[in-house]
């Protein structure tokens, strides 16, 4: 019998290091929407829906690349074991760009943008995928930056073209292409996800929702949110590219949380919401250590419990595990 997309994904990662988180909750920097309790800081503050419009977008810069070495700027992060196969980060404008250290370079390379804490997510995703480039883009705190980012169609180009160029530049290799693309976020880092969708889903390959996938309620005639209905516009690229993984033409990570919110679906909440639309439903239980699953094609789902700071940036460690069940899909087809 033909092995299952996570065994396969577990034989891909080999001896690649997950480990486990160690946050510090004051160093959290909560998700847009701001979460409740001790998970921001005491603060039960919700903040507006993003808006495309509240800032121009943010292109990133031909500057010269740096390679400075990477700071740890929080303590919630899986365990640094080094950049392994791949250079150190440089850096153009915003971007950071890690290469693979392997030469030559084949004719087309295959792309991990990760947004928010991308140095986090970078310390899994090395020893998942030797072979990708990463691109991490951290903009602050709150999904409004990063919603305002990549708001203009032409702002994701730019990035892709950032990486390319960088591509060629580490390798001396004129010709070298950006392949595949695949998206992963965590936390507020969702929202420059799904603009990218809006504009740019045919040029994606897999997306990895790490505790990632927000939405707003709906709201009743008299402007009230109806807790707990889904507002599914915002949703619309993101059930798109989870029915292309259904049929197995591209890949799709999605984690939840207990993480509460106020004013704005959970990641749970919206996982359900998804799963619904699929004719399926969110499969019960699941903790901190031992999620629940749901597989479908190339559609795959883990509800993890927890509402603590620590059980929200436990998902930053994810990220190897989705890289790999991206990459285990791409061999066995």
Same mark, same amino acid.
């Given at each position: 019998?033909?092995?299952?997309?996570?065994?396969?994904?577990?034989?891909?990662?080999?001896?690649?290091?997950?480990?486990?988180?160690?946050?510090?909750?004051?160093?959290?920097?909560?998700?847009?929407?701001?979460?409740?309790?001790?998970?921001?800081?005491?603060?039960?503050?919700?903040?507006?829906?993003?808006?495309?419009?509240?800032?121009?977008?943010?292109?990133?810069?031909?500057?010269?690349?740096?390679?400075?070495?990477?700071?740890?700027?929080?303590?919630?992060?899986?365990?640094?074991?080094?950049?392994?196969?791949?250079?150190?980060?440089?850096?153009?404008?915003?971007?950071?760009?890690?290469?693979?250290?392997?030469?030559?370079?084949?004719?087309?390379?295959?792309?991990?943008?990760?947004?928010?804490?991308?140095?986090?997510?970078?310390?899994?995703?090395?020893?998942?995928?030797?072979?990708?480039?990463?691109?991490?883009?951290?903009?602050?705190?709150?999904?409004? =930056? %990063? !919603?305002?980012? *990549? /708001?203009?169609?032409?702002? &994701?180009?730019?990035?892709?073209?950032?990486? @390319? +160029? #960088?591509?060629?530049?580490?390798?001396?290799?004129?010709?070298?292409?950006?392949?595949?693309?695949?998206?992963?976020?965590?936390?507020?880092?969702?929202?420059?996800?799904?603009?990218?969708?809006?504009?740019?889903?045919?040029?994606?390959?897999?997306?990895?929702?790490?505790?990632?996938?927000?939405?707003?309620?709906?709201?009743?005639?008299?402007?009230?949110?109806?807790?707990?209905? =889904? %507002? !599914?516009?915002? *949703? /619309?690229?993101?059930?798109? &590219?989870?029915?292309?993984?259904?049929?197995? @033409? +591209? #890949?799709?990570?999605?984690?939840?949380?207990?993480?509460?919110?106020?004013?704005?679906?959970?990641?749970?909440?919206?996982?359900?919401?998804?799963?619904?639309?699929?004719?399926?439903?969110?499969?019960?239980?699941?903790?901190?250590?031992?999620?629940?699953?749901?597989?479908?094609?190339?559609?795959?789902?883990?509800?993890?419990?927890?509402?603590?700071?620590?059980?929200?940036?436990?998902?930053?460690?994810?990220?190897?595990?989705?890289?790999?069940?991206?990459?285990?899909?791409?061999?066995?087809?």
């Amino acid at each position: 019998m033909p092995s299952s997309p996570r065994v396969r994904a577990r034989s891909y990662l080999g001896l690649a290091v997950v480990g486990s988180v160690a946050c510090a909750p004051a160093m959290y920097d909560p998700p847009h929407p701001r979460v409740t309790g001790q998970m921001a800081r005491g603060s039960s503050v919700s903040t507006p829906p993003p808006s495309a419009s509240e800032r121009p977008p943010v292109a990133a810069s031909s500057a010269p690349p740096s390679s400075a070495p990477e700071r740890s700027r929080f303590a919630c992060a899986p365990p640094d074991v080094g950049f392994s196969g791949h250079g150190p980060w440089t850096t153009r404008g915003k971007l950071k760009i890690s290469v693979p250290a392997a030469r030559p370079l084949p004719p087309e390379v295959d792309v991990i943008f990760h947004f928010h804490f991308s140095d986090a997510a970078r310390r899994t995703l090395v020893h998942a995928a030797p072979d990708v480039a990463i691109a991490g883009l951290d903009l602050g705190e709150g999904s409004r =930056v %990063y !919603g305002a980012a *990549l /708001a203009d169609p032409r702002s &994701f180009v730019k990035l892709l073209g950032d990486v @390319e +160029a #960088t591509l060629r530049e580490q390798s001396g290799q004129p010709d070298v292409r950006v392949g595949r693309v695949a998206l992963s976020s965590w936390s507020a880092g969702f929202a420059a996800t799904t603009r990218v969708l809006k504009h740019h889903a045919r040029r994606i390959d897999a997306v990895f929702f790490l505790d990632s996938l927000y939405a707003p309620y709906e709201k009743d005639e008299a402007g009230a949110l109806r807790i707990g209905a =889904v %507002y !599914g516009p915002p *949703l /619309a690229g993101a059930l798109a &590219f989870a029915r292309r993984a259904t049929r197995g @033409e +591209a #890949t799709m990570f999605v984690s939840t949380s207990d993480a509460p919110t106020i004013g704005y679906a959970s990641t749970k909440e919206v996982a359900a919401w998804l799963l619904a639309h699929l004719g399926a439903r969110l499969p019960p239980g699941g903790t901190v250590a031992e999620p629940a699953r749901f597989d479908r094609g190339a559609l795959h789902v883990e509800v993890h419990g927890g509402n603590s700071a620590e059980a929200h940036c436990a998902h930053l460690a994810l990220a190897g595990q989705a890289a790999a069940l991206w990459r285990a899909r791409l061999v066995a087809r």
